[in-house]
C-alpha cells in the first residue's frame, strides 16, 4: 500500500516528513506548483526527496469540473471543462520538468486532481502513458478493492480520508491486508489546511503500520506500481 498526499501543503512537510522519518516509511506526494508552500519552503522539499520520498505530478494548477457537484470553489481559470486536452498536457510536462528541478528524477508517477480526468468533455487518461508511469484516481468513498491483476495502472484506487480518526483509517489498513490486494490513501491536511486528518490520529496509522511490516508492504506509489506492472506482464 502507498501513503500518498496531495496538494503541497505545508503540513506535509513540517508535520509528514518528521513523523514519516519517525517510522521509516516512504510516501508519495503530489504537490500542485502553484503552491505557496512550493515557493517559501523549497528547500524543505528538496529534503523530502533526498530522503526517499516520491514527488509525483499534480500538475501547475490543480484543474478540476467547476460542473460537478460541490466544484464551487474552483476558479475560473481552474476549469477543466475549459481546457483542452493539449493545454493540460503542456501543464503536466511543465510539471515534470519542474520537479525534475527539485529530484534530479526523469519519470514519475501523476494524481488527477479532484479525480476528474475529462479536459474540455475528452477523457485524457490514455495521453498520461506519456507523461508518468502510473496515475492514482481518489475518491471520498472506499471503492471495491481489486485484485491486482485487474488494477488499472492508470487509475489506481484510493481513499481519501476527511476527518476520519485512528479507527477508521487502520481499518482500511486491514481491508487491504485482508483482500490480499493493493490501494493508496489520499491525504490532504494532516492537522492543519483542509481535508484534515489530525496529527494524532495520522501518528497512530503509522504506528499500526510499523507493527504490521509483516502484513503489508508500504512504499512509494512509483515503486509499488512498477512491481505491480512487472507482476501483471508475467501473467
Given at each position: 500500500?502507498?501513503?500518498?498526499?496531495?496538494?503541497?501543503?505545508?503540513?506535509?512537510?513540517?508535520?509528514?516528513?518528521?513523523?514519516?522519518?519517525?517510522?521509516?516509511?516512504?510516501?508519495?506526494?503530489?504537490?500542485t506548483?502553484?503552491?505557496s508552500?512550493?515557493y517559501?519552503?523549497?528547500?524543505?522539499w528538496?529534503?523530502?526527496?533526498q530522503?526517499?520520498?516520491?514527488?509525483?505530478?499534480?500538475?501547475?494548477?490543480?484543474?478540476?469540473?467547476?460542473?460537478?457537484?460541490?466544484?464551487?470553489?474552483?476558479?475560473?481559470?481552474?476549469?477543466?471543462?475549459?481546457?483542452?486536452?493539449?493545454q493540460?498536457?503542456?501543464?503536466?510536462?511543465?510539471?515534470?520538468?519542474?520537479?525534475?528541478?527539485?529530484d534530479?528524477?526523469?519519470?514519475?508517477?501523476?494524481?488527477?486532481?479532484?479525480?476528474?480526468?475529462?479536459?474540455?468533455?475528452?477523457?485524457?487518461?490514455?495521453?498520461?502513458?506519456?507523461?508518468?508511469?502510473?496515475?492514482?484516481?481518489?475518491?471520498?468513498?472506499?471503492?471495491?478493492?481489486?485484485?491486482?491483476?485487474?488494477?488499472?495502472?492508470?487509475?489506481?484506487?484510493?481513499?481519501?480520508?476527511?476527518?476520519?480518526?485512528?479507527?477508521?483509517?487502520?481499518?482500511?489498513?486491514?481491508?487491504?491486508?485482508?483482500?490480499?490486494?493493493?490501494?493508496?490513501f489520499?491525504?490532504?491536511?494532516?492537522?492543519?489546511?483542509?481535508?484534515?486528518?489530525?496529527?494524532?490520529?495520522?501518528?497512530?496509522?503509522?504506528?499500526?503500520?510499523?507493527?504490521?511490516?509483516?502484513?503489508?508492504?508500504?512504499?512509494?506509489?512509483?515503486?509499488?506500481?512498477?512491481?505491480?506492472?512487472?507482476?501483471q506482464?508475467?501473467?
Amino acid at each position: 500500500m502507498c501513503l500518498t498526499y496531495d496538494d503541497g501543503l505545508s503540513s506535509h512537510v513540517n508535520t509528514v516528513g518528521p513523523a514519516l522519518k519517525k517510522y521509516n516509511f516512504k510516501a508519495t506526494f503530489y504537490p500542485t506548483l502553484a503552491s505557496s508552500s512550493i515557493y517559501d519552503e523549497m528547500d524543505k522539499w528538496k529534503l523530502l526527496a533526498q530522503e526517499g520520498h516520491e514527488l509525483g505530478n499534480h500538475t501547475l494548477y490543480h484543474p478540476c469540473q467547476k460542473s460537478k457537484g460541490g466544484m464551487d470553489w474552483v476558479k475560473d481559470y481552474q476549469d477543466l471543462d475549459k481546457y483542452t486536452v493539449d493545454q493540460l498536457l503542456e501543464e503536466i510536462q511543465l510539471a515534470n520538468s519542474f520537479l525534475s528541478a527539485l529530484d534530479g528524477k526523469k519519470t514519475r508517477t501523476f494524481a488527477y486532481p479532484c479525480a476528474h480526468y475529462y479536459a474540455g468533455g475528452v477523457n485524457y487518461k490514455d495521453s498520461i502513458s506519456k507523461y508518468a508511469s502510473a496515475a492514482r484516481g481518489s475518491s471520498g468513498k472506499q471503492e471495491s478493492l481489486q485484485i491486482p491483476d485487474e488494477i488499472d495502472i492508470y487509475n489506481v484506487t484510493s481513499w481519501a480520508p476527511n476527518n476520519h480518526d485512528a479507527d477508521d483509517l487502520i481499518a482500511y489498513i486491514d481491508k487491504i491486508i485482508e483482500s490480499n490486494s493493493f490501494s493508496t490513501f489520499t491525504f490532504h491536511g494532516i492537522g492543519a489546511e483542509h481535508l484534515v486528518v489530525s496529527k494524532k490520529d495520522h501518528e497512530a496509522m503509522l504506528k499500526y503500520l510499523d507493527a504490521h511490516r509483516d502484513k503489508i508492504w508500504v512504499t512509494t506509489f512509483k515503486e509499488a506500481t512498477d512491481y505491480l506492472r512487472s507482476q501483471q506482464l508475467k501473467k
